[in-house]
């Protein structure tokens, strides 16, 4: 099979394996506006709105990382702890404006399409920046499918002890420890099953199942929060968290260091925003569209982190969880943990994929384009399913993403630190991919003469968000080398 030249013809390849000699042969060669089918670049018409991009965004979000936000303002204190997740949500919001502005190269109408952001920063700051980018951007995918991986099954096993507490009694005798590994095999399994969607823009209905999951276990959690605090009857804290005495000053600063790496972990998307935008159609410009879903997404999620975080943190102090759902025990109401559990595995089934498919797309483009010639690398097998389309089954597909979901499951067992692997995760993806690539971008797109006052204050805002980083990096790093001093692979138990 030859390859197409073009680079909306590489890039159909890649995002649907499917009918080569279309996308070959017909798509380059259709005319801007001239199909109702195809799209101005020859992909078939692209079908995303602002709230499908909206339950992307939401499914990445509202993840895992809403579960330390307690544990990260009892380290920050009610002063701090609040100021920062506003903080990090205007961050998060501004920057994702700029990088949705690079979408297009030149015309926001009409220009060169970007497909992924590795592609956006090759179209506007191009050299060594670009693989920079692409080595931060996979890498952090990875990290989070590890992530995710270590939360399910936290949540896999808080299910489990909560209903073998209620079993053994009101006094708890039985201490039910248990080990992590066969949950995160049991993860491991789905994850394998449901990497076989083949892209986004055949992802939207795990999204939407996700972001409602999302919201069901934060709901839990903040309801959990009101009653605690209803039923003791004092808003617990401080203005400046965590006192020392609990911690010793050292663990109070990188505690500190660390809860920045948590909340940021907690608001990080931009390393696949390109990836969502990709799926939106237009008009109205893609751009409008997904400044629209992040204002939205970005106000939902800082309402219910503000919520999580600071309910969270009135009920339990300084004694505030790592994780908030195991904050509560294990006894009444266990069913209801059980359904805010339950919610928090479903929900990050669906993250994992959204997180991975950009990484699943990047392996699958670049293995076509160097060996287009290989039938087990571009050749699909069209398998009938009774009363649906044809499924499109890829063996190269099959068997990297099954390789790959393996290996993140193995890494998973030998490194259970979710609260530390958490703020890394956040700490190493906020500022290059959040703030220092879409400034950048940004500055060379719009053409900002360098000293003019609006590049001094992008300059400002990224050096800013450096600091944060290295600090929150430095933390985590501390809590990550604190946890090995006790830990043995493969058989730490909960």
């Known amino acids: 099979m030859k390859m197409g030249d073009d680079g909306a013809g590489r890039n159909h390849l890649y995002n649907n394996h499917q009918v080569f000699d279309l996308s070959i042969d017909v798509l380059p060669h259709v005319p801007h506006g001239s199909s109702k089918c195809y799209d101005d670049d020859g992909r078939l018409k692209r079908s995303g709105t602002v709230w499908t991009a909206s339950a992307h965004i939401i499914t990445a979000v509202i993840g895992s990382g809403v579960l330390s936000l307690a544990w990260a303002t009892a380290q920050l204190g009610w002063v701090a702890g609040p100021i920062v997740m506003l903080m990090f949500s205007f961050v998060t919001y501004y920057t994702s404006a700029l990088l949705a502005a690079c979408y297009r190269s030149g015309d926001p109408v009409d220009g060169k399409r970007n497909y992924t952001y590795m592609d956006a920063v090759r179209s506007n700051l191009g050299g060594f920046k670009v693989k920079i980018c692409g080595w931060v951007q996979y890498l ?134 390109i990836e969502i935008q990709d799926t939106l159609r237009a008009p109205p410009a893609e751009s409008k569209t997904m400044k629209k879903a992040t204002m939205i997404s970005v106000a939902v999620t800082t309402f219910f982190y503000m919520l999580c975080g600071c309910m969270g943190y009135a009920a339990f102090g300084d004694l505030s969880s790592g994780n908030l759902l195991t904050g509560f025990g294990f006894y009444n109401p266990f069913w209801l943990l059980d359904i805010a559990n339950a919610a928090i595995v479903i929900h990050l089934v ?61 890494i998973s067992m030998l490194l259970p630190f979710f609260n530390d692997i958490v703020g890394l995760l956040g700490a190493l993806g906020f500022w290059p991919l959040t703030v220092y690539f ?38 985590s790093i501390a809590g990550v080398v604190l946890d090995l001093k006790s830990f043995k692979p493969f058989s730490t138990a909960y």
């Open 438 to 475: 879409p400034v950048e971008m940004y500055i060379s797109q719009k053409k900002i003469l360098k000293w003019s006052t609006r590049w001094l204050c992008l300059q400002i805002l990224s050096i800013a968000c450096l600091i944060i980083t290295i600090a929150a990096a430095a933390g």
């Open 350 to 410: 669906g993250a994992y994929q959204v997180y991975c498919q950009p990484l699943f797309a990047f392996v699958e483009k670049t293995a076509a384009e160097k060996f287009p010639d290989i039938d087990f690398i571009t050749k699909d097998i069209k398998i009938p399913i009774p009363g649906f389309r044809p499924y499109n089954l890829n063996l190269f597909r099959l068997v990297w993403r099954t390789v790959f979901v393996i290996i993140t499951t193995v």
């Open 140 to 273: 952090n995918l990875f990290g989070v499918a590890i992530g995710y991986t270590i939360a399910s099954s936290i949540s896999m096993m808080a299910i489990k002890r909560s209903n073998c507490f209620h079993a053994s009694g009101s006094g708890g005798k039985n201490p039910c420890h248990m080990n992590s590994n066969p949950y995160m095999i049991a993860f491991g399994v789905a994850e394998i099953i449901f990497s076989q969607i083949p892209d986004f823009d055949q992802l939207w209905w795990l999204s939407i199942v996700a972001a409602v999951m999302s919201f069901t276990y934060s709901t839990i959690g903040l309801g959990l929060g009101i009653a605690k605090v209803a039923e003791t009857g004092k808003i617990r804290g401080s203005l400046t968290g965590i006192s020392v005495g609990t911690v010793t000053q050292t663990q109070k600063i990188w505690r500190s260091f660390q809860a920045l790496g948590d909340i940021a972990f907690a608001y990080s998307y931009s390393l696949i925003l």
